[in-house]
């Protein structure tokens, strides 16, 4: 039976942090929405970003989840510096002093990591900055979003967005519970190059990571 740790109101609804053995889970409006059992998929989405660019890559992660895609980018060689942007104020206080901090080895504590407290969407819309790398984990899927608007995100638009906050090279990475044709078929549309990964897991279908360049 899983122990619940907290529950806390977010911006998409209520937030509840379990703990499960030795494991934690969070729920979101009483559906999963990550747990600490495996991320397999979740740490490729950062490395086979990193491993397609040069030392020093400046890399952008769309949600931090429970830090298993910080923790990997860290771990990288090509990895200078990382921006992780997430919305929910408790992930972020999980991470950082709470359970989570041990599932990464404190990444959030590391001087190469700023975090900004902000709508994935709205801060992309507004940023001026620029990456060698974006990688986006911020629904279980292009198709199975966790709030309605993110959909804009993976639609032409928003992924001509996305294509001018990347600097010359640079490579866009999505994370996915599952297939989504109609969402290869839009990157194939407007990147040159498009790979796309299946991991398999213990339970369903296959996650899913695109990467595309451009």
Known sequence: MAEVLETVPGHGGELVLRRDGTEFEVIENGVFLMDTR??????????????????????????????????????????????????????????????????????LDDPRVTVVEADLLEWLRTTSETFDALCLDIDNGPEWTVTEGNASLYAASGLERLSQLLRPGGVLAVWSAGAAPGFTARLRERFAEVDVVEIPVPRGEPDVVWFARG
């Open 38 to 107: 495996n991320g397999e998929s979740e740490r490729l989405l950062v490395t086979g970003a990193a491993d397609r660019l040069a030392p020093g890559a400046r890399m952008l992660i769309g949600g931090l989840g429970v830090g298993f895609s910080l923790r990997a980018a860290l771990d990288h060689r090509a990895v200078g510096s990382v921006v992780v942007v997430e919305r929910e104020p408790a992930v972020i206080a999980w991470n950082r002093t709470g359970p989570l901090r041990e599932v990464h080895g404190a990444a």
